[in-house]
Nanobody, 126 residues
Framework: QVQLVESGGGLVQTGDSLRLSCAASGRTLSWYAMGWFRQAPGKEREFVAGITWSGDDTNYADSVKGRFTISRDNAKNTVYLQMNSLKPEDTAVYYC???????????????????WGRGTQVTVSS
């Protein structure tokens, strides 16, 4: 069984940075695309960023392009989300997710993922 554990969230001010981590166990990350999603109170879960298994291709939501960077270290079985220039509208619970099938690009739709972490809270104060 795949287990994903996010960490690195917290309370920060507008303009600050945070680095989220997603550690996997039960199955290597190495052959799988990975995605980061977020869900704000009263809103649907939305795609934030995705990365291919090799790390050679990434995709981002328009709202975070140029501010967030997704990366991975397959040797450490960990995926990261570097978040810079944070805004109050970035406040949400952030989740990492893994598709069931190996390879391919990270899906944008949440239905493309079968394994989810429990999330880490990010709060950006104005």
């Amino acid at each position: 069984q795949v287990q994903l554990v996010e960490s690195g969230g917290g309370l920060v001010q507008t303009g600050d940075s945070l680095r989220l981590s997603c550690a996997a166990s039960g199955r290597t990350l190495s052959w799988y695309a990975m995605g980061w999603f977020r869900q704000a109170p009263g809103k649907e879960r939305e795609f934030v960023a995705g990365i291919t298994w090799s790390g050679d291709d990434t995709n981002y939501a328009d709202s975070v392009k140029g501010r967030f960077t997704i990366s991975r270290d397959n040797a450490k079985n960990t995926v990261y989300l570097q978040m810079n220039s944070l805004k109050p509208e970035d406040t949400a619970v952030y989740y990492c997710a893994q598709p069931r099938a190996a390879g391919g690009r990270a899906p944008v739709a949440s239905s493309g993922y079968d394994f989810w972490g429990r999330g880490t809270q990010v709060t950006v104060s104005s």
